[in-house]
T-cell receptor, first 114, second 113 residues
Framework: GENVEQHPSTLSVQEGDSAVIKCTYS??????FPWYKQELGKGPQLIID?????GEKKDQRIAVTLNKTAKHFSLHITETQPEDSAVYFC?????????????FGKGTKLTVNP | NAGVMQNPRHLVRRRGQEARLRCSPM?????VYWYRQLPEEGLKFMVY????????ESGMPKERFSAEFPKEGPSILRIQQVVRGDSAAYFC???????????FGSGTRLTVV
């Protein structure tokens, strides 16, 4: 089955610096890689995703890169702001026995210090 | 579009009672997923349902837990005879197509006392 590893588990940066979170996956058939942001007391919110036919996708200060050969993908946040502080989760789909669902990494707690 | 609605937001149950968690998916979404999140941990898959069908319950404990998504009404996650270890946040997500673009609800935080 799919195994998603996420690093680091905690990350502290100064406001304005960049933050990078990395994930690896095991199922070479996986073709969709979303990232979610979870603020305290709230549900996870999709912030960006990438499909396997592209290597990079950007949305303002957020970018995701994908290396299918190495089976890893990364989230890059530039010019970090205090409101970026949250827990970030990567995910990859697992197809098994006629079912498909997302398997999540264990999360990265990002703290942006003003 | 109100998004994925979960209720209650907080639920306190004594050991041995039943907990019923409700989830109304986004309008037009036919795929519903339930995940459990323990403090400081990630999201663990429990069950995947479509209308009137359980597609995948491989993440759900065999005893005391059940889920349904009836033709009419919300999806229900039911936990019978709750124990302290059931205390967690339970999130529901829905999607238009399988896996892509999950939208999560705000969760139900279950506390067993």
């Amino acid at each position: 089955g799919e195994n998603v590893e996420q690093h680091p588990s905690t990350l502290s940066v100064q406001e304005g610096d960049s933050a990078v979170i990395k994930c690896t996956y095991s199922d070479s058939a996986s073709n969709y890689f979303p990232w979610y942001k979870q603020e305290l007391g709230k549900g996870p919110q999709l912030i960006i995703d990438i499909r396997s036919n592209v290597g990079e996708k950007k949305d303002q200060r957020i970018a995701v890169t994908l290396n299918k050969t190495a089976k890893h993908f990364s989230l890059h946040i530039t010019e970090t702001q205090p409101e970026d502080s949250a827990v970030y989760f990567c995910a990859a789909p697992l197809t098994q026995g006629g079912s498909e669902k997302l398997v999540f990494g264990k999360g990265t707690k990002l703290t942006v210090n003003p | 579009n109100a998004g994925v609605m979960q209720n209650p937001r907080h639920l306190v149950r004594r050991r041995g009672q039943e907990a019923r968690l409700r989830c109304s998916p986004m309008k037009g979404h036919s795929h519903v997923y339930w995940y459990r999140q323990l403090p400081e941990e990630g999201l663990k898959f429990m069950v995947y349902l479509q209308k009137e069908n359980i597609i995948d319950e491989s993440g759900m404990p065999k005893e005391r837990f059940s889920a349904e998504f009836p033709k009419e009404g919300p999806s229900i996650l039911r936990i019978q005879q709750v124990v302290r270890g059931d205390s967690a946040a339970y999130f529901c997500a829905s999607s238009l197509t399988v896996s892509y673009g999950y939208t999560f609800g705000s969760g139900t935080r279950l506390t067993v006392v």
